[in-house]
């Protein structure tokens, strides 16, 4: 059975002023598709633009160029009223759900905003009833209604997250970082709960994350970013098998291996400092840290083709 797009995302760029007239080329000329109920992650080395482009698909960063269409219709260019309905179909669940939750609020009022915002609700004991079914449905109780963020521990505080971002019943949630900041252990529930509440609301998810232990568990498909730009995208397993991009193998080799003598014997160090997307490099972003770098590489930049059934930006496979 044929995907169906969700999120068709073409050429986005999006850039930071600095001062002076210098630019941070923060994410440049990206193009996917995000399916319907996937979990697609996007991975990197921070600062390599992830969370970017995660705010920029759901317009909470603006692009300077490129084009979003969700569910088939262009929603770049929609004006605030006219991007209402599509915004509460895109929510965003953040690393530190402690900086997000309004400390002077109680868990009733910080999960009721978004459906007090979109009038969902007719009275205020029915919005209490529904903030209750939600906390329920991400393992709260009752309980809890009346309770400060500080009262809660980290992976409580990512549950009240949870609930306030499936409020409004939306398609596509942005996970950014989500379980980062949590204990492993904590790690391994959120990470189940995520599961569960997809599967139960039908939703997709760009799941952001440099943890690729993390990744393997959760996603279908993988994007992996370099620099502000797409190096490889295909299935979890097909990636994490057979990697061809010479930056997703080092992304992969890097992870912690069980065995010390197994992770000396398979490190691959790369040369060299990130590069500044203030001054990226030319043609291919990652010429200078590539161990297979030729001058093609340093002067033209490589375009996405079908690799072993992904896409790969190299020229190694030109
Ligand atoms: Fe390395 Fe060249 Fe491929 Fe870039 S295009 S990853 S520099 S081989």
Redesign the pocket.
Known sequence: MDKKILLDVQNLKVEYALKGKKKVSAVSDVSLNVYENEILALVGESGCGKSTLGKAMIRLVPPVSGQLYFKGVRIDDLDTKAFMPYRRQMQMIFQDPYACLDPRMSVRDIVAEPLDTYKICESKEATTQRVTELLEAVGLKEDHLYRYAHQFSGGQRQRVGIARAIALNPAFIVCDEPVSALDVSVQNQILNLMKEIKEQYGLTYLFISHDLSVVRFIADRVCVMFLGKLCEIGDTELIYNDPQ???TKFLLDAIPKADPTQRRASRLLLPGELPSPVDPPAG?R??TR?P???AE?KNTE?KMKQVKGRMVA???FD
């Open positions: 991009h010479p930056y291919c990652f010429h590539c297979y770098a030729t590489c490589p190299c020229h190694m």
